[in-house]
């Protein structure tokens, strides 16, 4: 851990990119050099010199981490979201049994961060409702140039840097071994929520870190963000699905968001271009607010 945390406080400003793609290759060599996911992560944040490329990184750890060695190595998206949300009723893409016993995927996704980045879609679809009346949902492997996917690309209004897509699933054919074992919202969708939250905040918490560092802004602000790297570090190693896990996250989240506005004073004042990135970009710590705040609040029921 020692060495990871050297990385992070290494006061040397990273090489300025505007191409993911570029930045992916250049720092390979860098992020993939620790065995956790959760490490990765960290070492992504600590290469970008940008939000956009530290959530990249934190992203593909975090579905590395939810799939391990369940799909072929590479760079995958996650593809949930449809017109209705992510919710498992509002989930329409089906994943039709054939009798070969193979599959069919038909349906379309709204939002598919990194689609147009990756090798491989992992696809949400539901497979009709169970005994109970609930969706049942698979996730399927599906290669990106496989027959039947077409792919739109959708832009941001910030972390352009991000490939997001619209996706429209025609027929796909599907072999049994590319659908994943286990339920696709309790085995994949919910704890995603969780373990992406864990990648993505340990990366961005990286990432300001290392403006801190490479500013010269005080050493207490930079000791104050590097125990929540730490405390973020460890939950990344903890079960994703224990309702412990998610106390100590919402804790540390708002102890995150106490301290930005330390960062970003003497940050505004500079007014160069990666703290106009920043700007434009801050939003993204209020994604899912909604949900943290309702998983946080699952999490307090259970001791209650």
Known sequence: MDALLRLVLAPERPAATDALATWWASTSGRRTAWEASIDRAIAGGACADRIGY????????????????????????????EEGGNHPRAIKTTLT????????????????TGATHASS???????????DGKPQLRVARVPTEASGVRMTPAAASFVPEVPHAELELDHVRI??????????????????????????HAALLAYAIGVARRNRFPHELVEQLLALLVSVRALGLADPRAATTHLALAGVLASLHERLPDLERPWAA??????????????????????RTARRDRAWSAFA
């Open 54 to 81: 530290a959530f990249a990184a934190a992203y593909g750890e975090a579905l590395a981490a939810l799939v391990g060695d369940r799909v072929p190595s590479g760079i995958h998206a996650l593809c949930a979201t």
């Open 97 to 112: 049994t054939q009798p070969d016993g193979s599959f069919v995927l038909t349906g379309k996704k709204k939002w598919a």
């Open 121 to 131: 879609l992992l696809v949400v679809a539901t497979t009709g409702d169970g005994p």
């Open 175 to 200: 072999p049994a071994v590319d659908v994943l074992p286990g339920d696709g919202y309790d085995a994949y969708l919910k704890p995603f929520r969780t373990i992406e939250d864990l990648h993505v």
């Open 270 to 291: 500079l007014a160069d271009d990666e703290w106009r990135r920043w700007e434009r970009d801050r939003m993204i710590f209020k994604i899912a607010s909604a949900a």
